[in-house]
């Protein structure tokens, strides 16, 4: 079994309102026994034009955990928080 990962690319539009975000996210992600692999930092566009923005690279041991995670109570919550604070992107991809 591989690992898996949850990528998200986010465009913060209401600071104040994104930390309460943050602050249930990040319960979900403990919980859930994710692994915090990058969560915003210095970016570097190296080839073409996208500016990915915040980025945060969630680790699983699954495609399933990664998947499932999303539709848990506790990320359910954060997603309500997040409503119109901030613009994601996000996506779930299976690791070699």
Same mark, same amino acid.
């Given at each position: 079994?591989?690992?898996? @990962? &949850?990528?998200?690319?986010?465009?913060v539009t209401?600071?104040?309102?994104?930390?309460?975000?943050?602050? *249930?996210?990040?319960?979900?992600?403990?919980?859930?026994g994710a692994?915090?692999?990058?969560?915003?930092?210095k970016v570097? &566009?190296?080839?073409?034009? *996208?500016?990915?923005?915040?980025?945060?690279?969630?680790?699983?041991?699954?495609?399933?955990?990664?998947?499932?995670? @999303?539709?848990?109570?506790? @990320?359910?919550?954060?997603?309500?928080?997040?409503?119109?604070?901030?613009?994601?992107?996000?996506?779930?991809?299976?690791?070699?």
């Amino acid at each position: 079994m591989s690992s898996s @990962y &949850v990528i998200a690319s986010v465009t913060v539009t209401n600071p104040e309102q994104f930390e309460e975000y943050k602050k *249930w996210s990040t319960h979900a992600m403990q919980v859930h026994g994710a692994e915090v692999c990058i969560r915003g930092g210095k970016v570097e &566009v190296l080839e073409g034009d *996208w500016n990915p923005g915040l980025t945060v690279l969630l680790k699983f041991p699954s495609f399933e955990a990664a998947r499932a995670f @999303y539709d848990t109570p506790e @990320y359910q919550k954060a997603k309500a928080a997040r409503d119109g604070a901030a613009v994601i992107r996000m996506v779930c991809i299976e690791g070699v």
